[in-house]
């Protein structure tokens, strides 16, 4: 069987860019987390994460050094400072792989969906099936740990039922239909993501001193907090008790253990996974209450997500993904 050397498609360069960068901010992170981690069950699963990370890292980089593609840059042991004093205690640890490996899940099955070389779809799906692992392995021992809120609970349904009225979806002045299944599911963990925010603020706020930046962490902290109160404010209008935190993450350290480059690109990244979250949870809501809010939250982030975009342009701090020639220059020369 004659072999024929097929090239990467935008898709698979683009995808396998994207992970290049965020691996390498997991390893600076999962780095700092290790150095001071103290509970012994936390620990393998970082330790898991963190390898994982660097295997991902090192297939990238035979794949792009047999295409003759350049690596980006992506974070370094620049970015980290291990000398820096514990800024968030154990169990945030715990919480991020969980919440990293949840979003890198609806990240990495997107891109393994518009990949196909085999090579790289291998790849990605490896990666996906490892990620689905560490989110497993994350939620139980959080669970073991109390401190996975479960989400809101429901009585089962006794038969199959159509919706018969437009009333479903637009409601008759003051009366509203309960939240159903699905609504609830993007609403819980809405509000969860957005505690995970919150803590994360808490403790940057902390130890930052470029005031663009620490205000940037500020009004992403603000929107965050403003849609805990929204989600929470309804599911008690619905007569669900709202989702609360289970206790304090952040030391009172005053040194920062990330860089700022690291930090802003880190909002940016949780920037962009919150609009497709939130784009999911728009597209699945049949309550226009949901909706309509779901559509102005989405125009909220991404013009907050324009400061954080400015503010790495400004300073040099963003890589260009790979793109496509300019053919009408080209053309020109």
């Known amino acids: 069987m004659v072999k024929r050397n097929i090239r990467l498609s935008s898709p698979e360069i683009g995808g396998l860019w994207g992970v290049y960068i965020q691996e390498t901010m997991s390893i600076c992170l999962l780095k700092y987390f290790l150095h001071h981690l103290q509970d012994n069950e936390i620990k393998p699963i970082l330790q898991k994460s963190l390898h994982l990370s660097q295997t991902h890292i090192n297939q990238i980089k035979d ?12 974070f370094t042991h620049k970015d980290i400072n291990l000398s820096a004093p514990p800024l968030f205690y154990d169990l945030f640890a715990l919480s991020f792989v969980y919440s990293m490996n949840r979003m890198g899940m609806v990240n990495l099955g997107f891109a393994t969906s518009t990949v196909a070389r085999a090579d790289v779809l291998d790849f990605f799906t490896h990666a996906l099936n490892q990620t689905t692992e560490l989110y497993a392995e994350s939620t139980n021992l959080m669970l073991s740990k109390g401190i996975y809120d479960r989400p809101p609970m429901i009585t089962y349904p006794e038969k199959v039922e159509y919706v018969k009225k437009q009333s479903y979806i637009v409601a008759a002045v003051g009366k509203k239909r309960p939240l159903n299944a699905v609504e609830l599911t993007e609403i819980f963990f809405n509000i969860e993501r957005n505690y995970f925010a919150v803590l994360l603020c808490m403790g940057l706020l902390q130890v930052v001193k470029d005031k663009e930046i620490k205000n940037y962490i500020k009004n992403g902290m603000n929107l965050s907090e403003k849609q805990i109160n929204f ?10 008790l709202g989702t609360v935190p ?6 009172n350290s005053t040194v920062s253990p990330f860089s700022d480059k690291l930090i802003v690109a880190l909002f940016h ?3 962009s996974i919150d609009v497709t979250l939130i784009g999911h949870a728009l597209s699945l809501s ?7 809010y779901y559509s102005k939250l989405i125009g909220e982030i991404l013009a907050y997500a324009e400061k954080g975009f400015n503010i ?3 300073r040099q701090w963003l890589e260009q993904p790979p793109q496509a020639p300019d053919r009408k220059s080209l053309k020109e020369m």
Do not use: C, Q, W, Y
């Open 63 to 74: 794949i792009f050094s047999k295409e003759n593609i350049p690596l980006p840059d992506g």
């Open 246 to 251: 289970v206790s304090m993450e952040v030391t």
């Open 286 to 292: 049949m309550r226009l209450d949901l909706a309509t």
């Open 312 to 314: 790495m342009v400004n």
């Open 231 to 240: 989600f929470n404010d309804l599911l008690k209008k619905e007569d669900l």
């Open 269 to 271: 990244f949780l920037n």
